[in-house]
């Protein structure tokens, strides 16, 4: 599985931004779709998955301000990002991975390349 992910930049606080990532493969719909985010001097986190059914999982500090959705036909992934923070910044990626240990990085196999997210003040 290759993934594309695309759809950050320069956002004023309080804005928002939709990342699209764009898996290549037959495989897509059999995989849990996450997104994970890297703040510079912090480790990657989780933000948000959505599993093969559906089924989605939030980081705590992005509860009812993004939405994660999948587009089964289109080998998409979307995460709605609504009332943007400036502590939101950071490069953020999609990965596929099998269904175990979502919010981890290890449950994830395959990564995109990343796309930069910067919330301004």
């Known amino acids: 599985v290759q993934l594309q992910a695309s759809g950050g930049g320069l956002v004023q606080a309080g804005g928002s931004l939709r990342l699209s990532c764009a898996a290549s493969?037959?495989?897509?719909?059999?995989?849990?779709m996450g997104w994970f985010r890297q703040a510079p001097g912090k480790e990657r986190e989780f933000v948000a998955a959505?599993?093969?059914?559906?089924?989605?999982y939030y980081a705590d500090s992005v509860k009812g301000q993004f939405s994660i959705s999948r587009v089964y036909a289109k080998n998409t992934v979307w995460l709605q990002m609504n009332s943007l923070k400036t502590e939101d910044t950071a490069v953020y990626y999609c990965?596929?991975?099998?269904?175990?240990?979502?919010?981890?990085?290890?449950?994830?196999?395959?990564w995109g390349q990343g796309t930069q997210v910067t919330v301004s003040s």
């Open positions: 959505i599993t093969w059914n559906g089924v989605t």
């Open positions: 493969g037959r495989s897509f719909n059999r995989y849990t």
């Open positions: 990965a596929a991975g099998s269904g175990v240990l979502i919010t981890t990085t290890d449950g994830y196999a395959y």
